[in-house]
T-cell receptor, first 108, second 113 residues
Framework: QKEVEQNSGPLSVPEGAIASLNCTYS??????FFWYRQYSGKSPELIMS????GDKEDGRFTAQLNKASQYVSLLIRDSQPSDSATYLCAVTGNQFYFGTGTSLTVIP | DVKVTQSSRYLVKRTGEKVFLECVQDMDHENMFWYRQDPGLGLRLIYFSYDVKMKEKGDIPEGYSVSREKKERFSLILESASTNQTSMYLCASSLPGRGNEQFFGPGTRLTVL
């Protein structure tokens, strides 16, 4: 079992819709959770971090963490074509673990 | 802002060559990391370092070595490049501890012919 699992997609949503990206992890002692955005041919860019159960909002982005169920999600409201990218989930336990990413396409 | 730079954006080398990939960060971060990224396989950790002169193997260290002589600089060395080392190489840095976010450089796209 992989440490971090993401649905590889591709996920397509129309412009203005809510995009929902999900991630599950296997290590119950994980403490820190991150979402990175990666445009094609570019390096990952940190967009959200979350450390405690519940929701954390930053502009159009909301990260949600449920440690009991071992999942973390990212909601993107009012999706824009510029949000089209691959989104990587990262979790820290004994080391930093990345998921393989979910490809998101926002259709104008 | 954290700035992580890598010596080349694109690099083409021949099989058997010794290849040096350089990474420099300007935020006084203790931790530095080297990953490679391949389609369908995601990010795979090659080596990391928590301090000067210190290095630890990641998940796929075979065929690679590293050097950290100064805090800000972390070098990845391919002793004898092979075609299966064609990949995107990403350097990252972070503050001390295992729970801190990593910041990435722009990446080096290496092609080994």
């Amino acid at each position: 079992q992989k440490e971090v699992e993401q649905n590889s997609g591709p996920l397509s949503v129309p412009e203005g819709a809510i995009a929902s990206l999900n991630c599950t992890y296997s290590d119950r002692v994980s403490q820190s959770f991150f979402w990175y955005r990666q445009y094609s041919g570019k390096s990952p860019e940190l967009i959200m971090s979350i450390y405690s159960n519940g929701d954390k909002e930053d502009g159009r982005f909301t990260a949600q963490l449920n440690k009991a169920s071992q999942y973390v999600s990212l909601l993107i409201r009012d999706s824009q074509p510029s949000d089209s990218a691959t989104y990587l989930c990262a979790v820290t336990g004994n080391q930093f673990y990345f998921g393989t990413g979910t490809s998101l396409t926002v259709i104008p | 802002d954290v700035k992580v730079t890598q010596s080349s954006r694109y690099l083409v080398k021949r099989t058997g060559e010794k290849v040096f990939l350089e990474c420099v960060q300007d935020m006084d971060h203790e931790n530095m990391f080297w990953y490679r990224q391949d389609p369908g396989l995601g990010l795979r950790l090659i080596y990391f370092s928590y301090d000067v002169k210190m290095k630890e193997k990641g998940d796929i260290p075979e065929g690679y070595s590293v050097s950290r002589e100064k805090k800000e600089r972390f070098s990845l060395i391919l002793e004898s490049a092979s075609t299966n080392q064609t990949s995107m190489y990403l350097c990252a840095s972070s503050l001390p501890g295992r729970g801190n976010e990593q910041f990435f450089g722009p990446g080096t796209r290496l092609t080994v012919l």
